[in-house]
């Protein structure tokens, strides 16, 4: 089936550090890929997407590549700011029903002053 | 352009109760999809609508239900309501297109508390 595994939060990093979330997939198929990020109180936004294999996907100095050998899209950013904080979700949605989005578990990001 | 809006924001109810959620689109967008957001279990795919016609359907129980109106305006129904139905419902809409790679938007949710 369908599963996407990120990296247990949370995750606590000072202002100007560099930022990785790792996140791998399990998928038939060539699924797309998303992160959302979700802010207190707030619904789900769509930070980036990568449809294919070797897409980068970037918004906001995020980035992230679909690696389909290692079945992997984890998020990187050079430098957070403390407006960074917020949960992160990693996501796939197969190719056969992509409103059917399949999430993960979400990491949660706290960026110090 | 107007994002997804969904009414009520907060919602109070007790056990055997039902509740109904209603979400708007962003214009032009033909796909209404809900999401239940827990602590516990993260969030979970409910099921999706398109052109008044139901689509996809996750792994919950016949207690949960939706409907879509000509406008592609969604709504869903949750009948007798239990403790473990607490949750943030979010609901997204995309463009619904087949074949391409469909984006879907979030709103920001109602947040049901059973007591």
């Known amino acids: 089936g369908n599963s996407v595994t990120q990296m247990e939060g949370p995750v606590t990093l000072s202002e100007e550090a560099f930022l990785t979330i790792n996140c791998t997939y399990t998928a038939t198929g060539y699924p797309s890929l998303f992160w959302y990020v979700q802010y207190p109180g707030e619904g789900l936004q769509l930070l980036l997407k990568?449809?294919?294999?070797?897409d980068k996907g970037s918004n906001k100095g995020f980035e992230a590549t679909y690696r389909k050998e290692t079945t992997s899209f984890h998020l990187e950013k050079g430098s957070v700011q403390v407006s960074d904080s917020a949960v992160y979700f990693c996501a796939l949605s197969p190719r056969s029903s992509a409103s059917k989005i399949i999430f993960g578990s979400g990491t949660r990001l706290s960026i110090r002053p | 352009k107007a994002g997804v809006t969904q009414t009520p924001r907060y919602l109070i109810k007790t056990r055997g109760q039902q509740v109904t959620l209603s979400c708007s689109p962003i214009?032009?967008?033909?796909?209404v999809s809900w999401y239940q957001q827990t602590p516990g279990q993260g969030l979970q795919f409910l099921f999706e609508y398109f052109s008044e016609t139901q689509r996809n359907k996750g792994n919950f129980p016949g207690r949960f239900s939706g409907r879509q109106f000509s406008n592609s305006r969604s709504e869903m129904n949750v009948s007798t309501l239990e403790l473990g139905d607490s949750a943030l419902y979010l609901c997204?809409?995309?463009?619904?297109?087949?074949?391409?790679?469909?984006?879907?938007?979030f709103g920001p949710g109602t947040r049901l508390t059973v007591l």
């Open positions: 214009s032009g967008h033909r796909s």
């Open positions: 997204a809409s995309s463009k619904g297109l087949a074949g391409e790679s469909d984006t879907q938007y």
């Open positions: 990568a449809t294919k294999a070797d």
